[in-house]
């Protein structure tokens, strides 16, 4: 049975006893602030002896503190307009109960997989590593809370060697659709909950972790967790799901005897049936929806998977099907109007990818005294259009790929602001959420970009 204990309050109480005292002299001691040569006056500096006597924080602990949210306890609506960013903040939120839900789903997952066992010992030279809960609403209204463990606290050579775990090519799955279309088959989805946690560490992988917040253990006597299983937040988690999953794929008891491609690390072929596979997402294509179920049921006796039937929406590319006339649409409108919406440009006025007569590069500022002055937030936003656009041209908007090519070959700080309009002419461009790519049973238009 997993128990989740109420979260502390967010004041620190410090002890009565504790007061501020005056501290003066010409030696710094611990505790007390270095002098500042701008401060003309002569007045004792007041610290509070029962903060500086505090451990200082580790490097990362400054960063984290840089970037963590507190929790407003005052005006709780703000904490819970957004996904809260700590088990506090959730605590606090407007919605507590549908968060303790999530968080209470995930600790049975983690105990019923077997993920890590309570121990009350640790070595000496372990080092014990933490955790935090990321909570997340899902596009379906569903609350998901993940216990990701802080990966960055892993040592290389001590805690993992390997990483590298390849994911199915946008390319692969663009072929794949435009075969449904082509050849009227069965083209179906599903994804596996809480993958990482299916598996094995390695014995010499295995790592300490700290006991979660909000965690009750269920012995009295533990003071760490050891993970047997893989944990989200693990660098080695993505590679271990990989083989795991490769292995399962590819046994004998597989209803279908499936390869693995020679073009796509990603990609298994078998007799009358290709699966494709993102991490935990897998996309099914066979002209015998029997075999699918068949292969669906294999899976699921292994892990706990959630069958999504017909594939309506894969790696955030919505797809629409029109069996009766062999058409298959994809596009990418919630995330089109996400990046409109992000960078302010839900108003402007559309226009084409590309303006007539634009010039990129050192040579739009020749004749000119000085370069424009940019600034790191400039440069900032630039980057980030830039990186938005490129998924979109990557997976649904070839139209616009030309255009978002050629403006990476000059990222350069020095000239992003005569760049910043075209790019602001392709987002104005994303604000037509008809636009998408058709696949039909006719090869002449099998690939063709409606406008």
Same mark, same amino acid.
């Given at each position: 049975?997993?128990?989740?204990?109420?979260?502390?309050?967010?004041?620190?109480?410090?002890?009565?006893?504790?007061?501020?005292?005056?501290?003066?002299?010409?030696?710094?001691?611990?505790?007390?602030?270095?002098?500042?040569?701008?401060?003309?006056?002569?007045?004792?500096?007041?610290?509070?002896?029962?903060?500086?006597?505090?451990?200082?924080?580790?490097?990362?602990?400054?960063?984290?503190?840089?970037?963590?949210?507190?929790?407003?306890?005052?005006?709780?609506?703000?904490?819970?307009?957004?996904?809260?960013?700590?088990?506090?903040?959730?605590?606090?939120?407007?919605?507590?109960?549908?968060?303790?839900?999530?968080?209470?789903?995930?600790?049975?997952?983690?105990?019923?997989?077997?993920?890590?066992?309570?121990?009350?010992?640790?070595?000496?030279?372990?080092?014990?590593?933490?955790?935090?809960?990321?909570?997340?609403?899902?596009?379906?209204?569903?609350?998901?809370?993940?216990?990701?463990?802080?990966?960055?606290?892993?040592?290389?050579?001590?805690?993992?060697?390997?990483?590298?775990?390849?994911?199915?090519?946008?390319?692969?799955?663009?072929?794949?659709?435009?075969?449904?279309?082509?050849?009227?088959?069965?083209?179906?989805?599903?994804?596996?909950?809480?993958?990482?946690?299916?598996?094995?560490?390695?014995?010499?992988?295995?790592?300490?972790?700290?006991?979660?917040?909000?965690?009750?253990?269920?012995?009295?006597?533990?003071?760490?967790?050891?993970?047997?299983?893989?944990?989200?937040?693990?660098?080695?988690?993505?590679?271990?799901?990989?083989?795991?999953?490769?292995?399962?794929?590819?046994?004998? #008891?597989?209803?279908?005897?499936?390869?693995?491609?020679?073009?796509?690390?990603?990609?298994?072929?078998?007799?009358?049936?290709?699966?494709?596979?993102?991490?935990?997402?897998?996309?099914?294509?066979?002209?015998?929806?029997?075999?699918?179920?068949?292969?669906?049921?294999?899976?699921?006796?292994?892990?706990?998977?959630?069958?999504?039937?017909?594939?309506?929406?894969?790696?955030?590319?919505?797809?629409?099907? #029109?069996?009766?006339?062999?058409?298959?649409?994809?596009?990418?409108?919630?995330?089109?109007?996400?990046?409109?919406?992000?960078?302010?440009?839900?108003?402007?006025?559309?226009?084409?990818?590309?303006?007539?007569?634009?010039?990129?590069?050192?040579?739009?500022?020749?004749?000119?005294?000085?370069?424009?002055?940019?600034?790191?937030?400039?440069?900032?936003?630039?980057?980030?259009?830039?990186?938005?656009?490129?998924?979109?041209?990557?997976?649904?908007?070839? #139209?616009?790929?030309?255009?978002?090519?050629?403006?990476?070959?000059?990222?350069?700080?020095?000239?992003?602001?005569?760049?910043?309009?075209?790019?602001?002419?392709?987002?104005?461009?994303?604000?037509?959420?008809?636009?998408?790519?058709?696949?039909?049973?006719?090869?002449?238009?099998?690939?063709?970009?409606?406008?």
């Amino acid at each position: 049975m997993v128990i989740f204990k109420s979260p502390p309050s967010n004041k620190e109480k410090l002890p009565s006893s504790t007061k501020a005292q005056d501290v003066e002299g010409p030696e710094r001691k611990r505790g007390q602030p270095r002098k500042n040569p701008r401060l003309k006056s002569k007045e004792p500096v007041r610290v509070n002896l029962a903060i500086a006597q505090r451990a200082p924080p580790s490097r990362h602990q400054k960063h984290l503190a840089l970037n963590a949210r507190v929790p407003n306890e005052e005006n709780p609506s703000k904490s819970g307009s957004t996904c809260p960013q700590s088990f506090k903040e959730a605590m606090v939120s407007k919605e507590k109960h549908q968060w303790l839900e999530a968080v209470f789903d995930e600790g049975i997952a983690l105990v019923e997989s077997g993920t890590f066992v309570e121990v009350s010992e640790v070595p000496l030279k372990e080092k014990l590593m933490g955790s935090r809960w990321v909570f997340t609403k899902k596009s379906d209204s569903r609350f998901k809370a993940r216990l990701v463990i802080r990966g960055f606290e892993q040592r290389y050579g001590i805690h993992y060697t390997k990483t590298y775990a390849p994911v199915v090519n946008l390319k692969t799955v663009r072929i794949l659709l435009a075969l449904a279309a082509h050849f009227d088959l069965e083209l179906q989805q599903s994804d596996v909950r809480t993958a990482f946690l299916n598996a094995l560490l390695p014995p010499s992988e295995r790592v300490y972790m700290r006991i979660p917040e909000g965690w009750k253990t269920m012995n009295d006597d533990t003071i760490a967790l050891l993970l047997i299983k893989s944990l989200y937040g693990l660098k080695q988690a993505p590679k271990l799901w990989y083989e795991e999953l490769h292995q399962t794929l590819t046994s004998e #008891d597989c209803p279908v005897r499936l390869e693995r491609s020679v073009f796509d690390e990603c990609l298994y072929i078998g007799s009358d049936m290709a699966i494709a596979v993102y991490v935990d997402d897998t996309l099914y294509l066979s002209s015998s929806i029997e075999a699918i179920s068949k292969v669906k049921a294999f899976l699921s006796a292994r892990y706990e998977m959630r069958d999504l039937g017909d594939a309506k929406n894969f790696l955030g590319i919505r797809v629409s099907r #029109d069996r009766a006339n062999c058409q298959l649409r994809i596009d990418q409108q919630e995330y089109c109007e996400g990046i409109v919406k992000l960078w302010g440009m839900e108003n402007t006025k559309r226009d084409t990818p590309m303006t007539p007569g634009c010039k990129l590069g050192k040579s739009v500022f020749e004749g000119q005294d000085a370069l424009p002055v940019v600034t790191e937030e400039d440069l900032r936003i630039y980057k980030g259009m830039l990186g938005s656009l490129q998924y979109s041209a990557m997976a649904t908007r070839p #139209d616009i790929a030309y255009k978002v090519g050629n403006s990476t070959l000059h990222a350069s700080p020095t000239y992003p602001l005569q760049q910043g309009d075209s790019h602001k002419s392709q987002l104005r461009t994303h604000h037509q959420n008809n636009i998408g790519t058709n696949f039909s049973n006719h090869m002449a238009t099998s690939a063709s970009i409606q406008i």
